[in-house]
Structure formats: structure tokens, C-alpha cells
């Protein structure tokens, strides 16, 4: 393994140099500052007069936040002269900020809060902060990542009335505009999310992330996400668009970052059982435990999750455990630990031909066909406060998973005769470090931040393909394990990163936040497949098929920079106009430099997908009325890799794989959510009447081709309008939601073939979806209950090319569900 080692003397020179550059250019500078501003103050209640404990006051628009002491006493030093705006909070008082104009010297800012209600509910205590109905964006500086001026939405997950049981992604991203949702399973057992016109296929075109830290198979040979955390486990879900990828590297789409709940600081233990019941008999059981000991934060969970699935041969069997332990021995410093195990199994029915599907959807022609999926992640952590104005976060994390994927992965349109059945193995080994350092300044008298990282990642995936056991049964086993019928190969991969980003408030409305990253990737294959060949007979005469094995070492290493830019003005609380502009790049996988067989070449010449992502919008939140997110968005997509037919010197057609074309997408994005009791009675009424809507209008398209059967073409997979909207009411204890969506027809591939005897390619038809969702909580018990697919619509999202097909893969038909919750 030494030749796949990433350090080498001239490497680690240019990544010198690279960082001291990027620290001189983006104004590391000014920690070296002769004046100084000190703040420090109290924190009391209003109705009480005594001292705050543990609340939380913090620089806004900066990543500088401290807690209150025992007296309520508060200190933030060591900052720059400049003008600044100090906030407060404790859960169930109202917030309050104060504006401070600073020199040089001490400052004394005093908050007195005062609380939400009078009467403060003994099951659930609400603030203003919380009051999210279900959608909200990231702060300008959030722990140890900067998002000013990027497209940005934040899914809060206890405040949505949603199947949670199921993971249903329809209605838990229903609010965030431009996603295609691919629905494979009803039990949402793995997610498809593409955005802007990308292949939703296990949200691939995402960097995916849980609190932080890498869960693909392999973020750069094999981006697919196998593993995808229960809903019900989650506080929040981080969605980043295309500039994501300055801090976050190897995207088009963006970040999705799953955050995972902690224990409850004020209390030693909190149980929470959730127990669902549903059509085909569906069953999940959701138990975790969690709370803060002394020094010790801890949460855990346990999910069992079976089902027989809508159509036949879907059984399927989850269990999923995780841990999370932190320790603070000082309130600058936190090491945290957590542990993620997931196995499943799930039997697949394969897909449909078109007559099938239009015949019965219901209806499953594969019954020998399955899947299971073994992950396990561990991440160690490390926050430390180096001063009120320079943080340390240290992220360390593993995977060490696999994916066996067993059947007849022969067409759709022809019968099942038996026989040995296809097998793929895959084992991950994957462990990554990220390193970031977060500081404030001062830039003409306003706080300004900056962001500088460092990431180190290994992958290793070891691919094997050959016959498994005839039959029925989840046999997963190779029948002539040392010489395979399809190939076996090891996938080493290195990536070595630097990346750095600054907020400059230019004035305390108008900010610029360049960015730049530097990458280094080397991704490598090593093995061999099995190339068929036909034989003449001596004895018949007649061609037979032979076999003989072929080795094979590939290597690909490159580095390069790329940058990015976004300003933002905030004209009010209520509206914020941005824009930002990042350069994107995906890096070949390992499909694109390995050979299966004869009849694909690969061109020796193959090149990382790279573009950029340009977005310019306006967004706010007012007064608790109106919530609204207007942008539009420009992609450039260049090099895209794909296969063409092409003929050899002795006229044999087989498909090459290159870098066919470029492709432009152009696309607004509008989100809107109306309060209608605020708009009629504009009083504090903590009942809620929200109407909301979601609308993505896309228009992409292939150009830049030398291939004139594609130059022109729509892209695959992009619906030109895609509509959410929902009308959801709330009070204290009752939430009702509706929703609506439509997604209008589009290609599954480049040729815009209408329709093919395989399936694979085709119309994917306009779909329109309808859910109803119910929940109630009286004292310690949630009751929740709801309709999918209210109008048992028959419809599809994806036509498969391999596993779960190939072929056409119906979505679920109307179903039910009940759960009850019960938190002590």
C-alpha cells in the first residue's frame, strides 16, 4: 500500500505555502491588535430579579458565544474596536439585544429577559427561537463553518407534522424548493435526493454528512449514501447549496448534514418511546435515552423497523443503535465521542416494464432479488476555545460498512428462468480528519470572521462480482470465491485539502465573503475482470464462450484550486439580498476508471466534472407573518461523464466512456409561508394558520457536445416544475398538516427516449401527491396519525438501470399509519 501514501516532500512544501498564503490574503493578520474591547455583564429574569445560569450570550453574525455563570455574570474579551450587536437567551424567555458602539476598554451590557408566557408549560417549553414551523436558515457563523451569503435551509424536525416512522422525504423536504425526490422504498430505507438537475440516485451529487463528519461509501471513488439516520433520532437537517463546496469539497448539489439530537442539559435523564403501526404491516419502534450527568452529556437510541411492503416480495428487516457521549471538563473544551451500527435486509421486487406498471404497479416479476446493507461510523470530536475570539474544532471520524446486493440483474422484459444469480460485494474502510479554526476581528470597525481548515481523507473499497447460489434465499456467497466470473478489484483513494473563507462586514449591512480551497486527490484500481471471449469448437466447429482473466492497474492524481465569492446586504431583520458565486468539481469515481468488460472502454483521458454554481436572491422573515425565500440560480456543469457508442477498426460496436458534453442549468427557486392568523388578527395567538408554497421552475439543457444525438437535448432527471404546497394549523397541543406536490414529466436520459422495451430508458410521467397528517400531545403522550398518497395515485420516479430494477420502480400506493409517543 506504500505507493498509495499522499505525502511526499513537494507536496507537503506547496501546502506550506498554499496555507501561509491563504492566511496573508484572507487577513490572519489582525490578531496582533494594540487595542482591545472587553464586554461583560448580567443576565436576570425579569419577574424573578435573580441570576440566569447557563444563559447564552453571543456576538451576532460572529462565531463568538459564551454562557452565563452561576451569578449570571458573563465576560467576552479580547475583541477589536467596532460596532457590534450582543444578544441573549434562555430557553422560554424572549430574547434581547443590545448595540454597542466600541472603542477600546470595558464595556458593561446588563440583560433583563422576561419570559414567553406566564404560565410556562411543564411538558414543553417554547421560545421564541424554537417557533421554527418546520423550515428556518443557518446563521451567518454556526460552530465552525461560515454560511454567509450561501442558499440555505434548515429542516427542524420537532416542529413538523410528517410520517417520521418512514422517513418519508416527500414531506419532510417539502419545504426546501428544487429537490427531486427519488421514492424507492416506503420505508425510507435509503434516500434519493438530487437538486437543480441532478441524479437523485442515493444523493450522490450531495455531500452527506451526520453532525458534521462523512457517511458515504466513499466521498470521492463511491459518493452513495447506503446509510441514512431515522428521522426520529434528528434536531435538525442541514441543506447547503452549490457553494457548499468551498468548506465541505467534492459537489455539485451541496451539503446535506444530518444533526442528531443531544442529551437535555437540565435534566440527568429523558426517555422517549415511539412506537408506529402501518399499512403492510409496518412496524417501527424508536426508544432512546439521554440527559446530562455533572460533567457528561450523553444520548442513545435504538430502531427496529420491519415491514412486508407495498408490493410483493418487499419484506425488509432494520435495526439501528447509536451512542454520543461528551465530556466538558471547562466550558472552553469538549471532547465528544459517538457510534453509529445499521444493518438491513431487504428483499427487492425489481422493476416493471411499462405495459406491467400501466397493467397492475402492484405487480413484482423478481422474486429472487436481494439487499443488505452493514454500516458502522465512529466519530471522536474535539471543541476547544483558545480565547473569546479563536475556536478549534477537531473532527475525526471512520466507516466500516458494506453492501451485498444479490439476483437477476438481467431485462426487465424478459422471465426469471433461475440459475446462478448475480452477486456484488462491496467492503468500506474509509477514516477522515478535518481540522478548523474559526477567529474574529475587526475589518473598519466591524466584526469580520475567518475560517481556515485542513482535511485528510482515506478510502479503500474492495468490489467483487461473480455468481451466487441458485435459489430463493438471502444466500450471499460467492460459488467460486478465488476465480470470480466478474471481477475483483481494490478502490485506494487520498484526498488532502485546504480551504479557507472570511466574512468582511464592510459596514454593519453590507458584507463579502471570499473563499478558496486547494485539492490534492489520488484515486486508484487494482484487480482483475473476466473478459468473454467466443472459441471456435475443434470438435463442432461451433463458437463457444470462454473466459480468461485480465489484470489491470489504474492510477489518477491531480490537485488544483478553486474559489468563490458572496455578498450579502441586510437591509432589516426582515430581508436579506445575497449572492454568491463558487466553482464546483466531482472527481471521476470508480466506475469511470475501471474496465468490467469488452464491450466498454474507458478513454484513458477521462477528467474530473467540474462548473460552478452562481445564485442571487432575496429572503426574510417578518414579524412571525411571512417567511419567503426568492433566488435564482445559474449551473455549469462541464465535462459531464457518460457513455457513447462507437465502433473499433474491425467494425465492433461497443460503448466508450468519456466526457460527453457540458450542460447549463437555469432555474428559480420560491419559497413562501403566510401566517393567516397573524395577517387577520395581528395579535400573539399561539394558534398558527400557515399556508405555504414551494416552486422550482428549471430549465436545463446539453450543449457543447461533440455528439450531435445529444448537443441540444434536456438533461436527464430535471423536472421543469416542481410545486410543494401545504396548508398546516397549529396550537398548542393539535397540529394538522396538508400537503400537495406535483412534478411534472421528465427524461430519464441524455437521448430524451420517449419509451424502450427495457424500461430502463423513457418518460418519467407527470405525477401529482396528496398526504394528510395529524398529531396531538396530551401530557407526557404524542398521538400521530395521517394518510400517503390520499388519492391512491399509481405513479414512479426513477427508472433503474441495476439494483432495485432495472426497470421501472413504482412508488407506494395510499397507505396509513399511527403512533404513539410517550416522553418522561
Known sequence: MSNYFLYRPMKIEVCKRLLIGALLFFGFVPIVEAQNVNFYGKVSGRDSGLPIKGADVFIRNSSVTVKTDANGAFYIKNLSPGKYTLVAFYLGMKIQSEDVVAESGDYQVNFVLGAIEKQLDAVKIMSEAEETNGITRLQSVEGAAIYEAKKTEVIVLKDLTANLATNNSRQVYAKVPGLNIWESDGAGLQLGLGARGLDPNRTSNFNVRQNGYDISADALGYPESYYTPPLEALERIEVVRGAASLQYGTQFGGLLNFILKKGPRDKPIELTSRQTVGSFGFFNSFNSVGGTKGKFNYYTFFQHKQGNGWR???????????????????????????????????????????????????????????????????????????????????????????????????????????????????????????????????????????????????????????????????DFRFLRPDNLEGSDFDFPSRNFSIFAENIFNLTPKFSVTPGVRFEYIKTSAEGYFQNEILVPNPETGIAEQSFFKVDEVKNNSRSFVFAGLGLSYKQSDALELYGNFSQNYRAINFNDIRVVNPNLVVDENISDE??????????????????????????????????????????????????????????AEIFAELNLLRLLKPTENRSKLNLYTNLAIIDAQYINSDETTIEGNEVELVPPLNLKAGLAY???????????????????????????????????????????????????????????????????????????????????????????????
Open 312 to 474: 410483493p416480495n418487499s419484506d425488509f428487516d432494520l435495526n439501528m443503535a447509536y451512542a454520543d457521549v461528551s465530556y466538558s471538563p471547562t466550558d472552553r473544551f469538549t471532547v465528544n465521542f459517538q457510534y453509529t451500527h445499521m444493518y438491513y435486509l431487504a428483499q427487492q421486487p425489481g422493476g416493471l416494464t411499462d405495459a406491467r406498471f400501466e397493467e397492475d404497479p402492484r405487480q413484482s416479476i423478481r422474486e429472487r432479488n436481494w439487499f443488505r446493507v452493514n454500516w458502522n461510523l465512529a466519530a471522536l470530536n474535539l471543541d476547544y476555545k483558545l480565547s473569546d475570539r479563536l475556536k478549534l474544532n477537531v473532527r475525526n471520524f471512520m466507516l466500516i460498512g458494506g453492501r451485498d446486493a444479490l439476483g437477476n440483474l438481467g431485462r426487465i422484459d424478459r422471465t426469471d428462468e433461475g440459475g446462478e444469480r448475480d452477486l456484488f460485494v462491496d467492503d468500506f474502510e474509509n477514516f477522515g480528519n478535518e481540522t478548523r479554526v474559526i477567529y474574529n476581528y475587526s475589518t473598519f470597525s466591524n466584526p469580520s470572521v475567518l475560517l481556515i481548515g485542513t482535511r485528510y481523507y482515506r478510502g479503500f473499497t474492495d468490489r467483487k462480482q461473480g455468481n451466487g447460489p441458485d435459489g430463493k434465499q438471502d
Open 610 to 667: 467540474k462548473g460552478f454554481n452562481l445564485d442571487v436572491g432575496f429572503r426574510g422573515n417578518k414579524f412571525d407573518l411571512l417567511n419567503f425565500d426568492v433566488s435564482f440560480f445559474y449551473l455549469k456543469y462541464n465535462d459531464r461523464i457518460g457513455s457513447i457508442l462507437q465502433r473499433d477498426d474491425s467494425f465492433r460496436i461497443f460503448r466508450f466512456r468519456t466526457n460527453v458534453a457540458d450542460s447549463r442549468h437555469i432555474g
Open 730 to 824: 397549529s396550537n398548542k397541543d393539535f397540529r394538522v398538516t396538508y400537503q400537495y406536490a406535483f412534478t411534472q414529466e421528465h427524461y430519464s436520459d441524455a437521448t430524451n427516449a420517449e419509451i424502450t422495451p427495457s424500461a430502463v430508458e423513457g418518460l418519467i410521467p407527470s405525477y401529482q401527491i396528496m398526504d394528510l397528517s395529524f398529531s396531538y400531545r396530551y401530557k407526557f403522550f404524542t398521538f400521530e396519525t395521517g394518510i400517503n398518497n390520499l388519492l391512491d395515485e399509481a405513479y414512479f420516479t426513477r427508472r433503474a438501470t441495476g439494483y432495485p430494477g432495472p426497470g421501472i420502480i413504482p412508488a407506494d400506493g395510499r397507505s396509513f399509519y399511527f403512533t404513539l409517543g410517550l416522553k418522561i
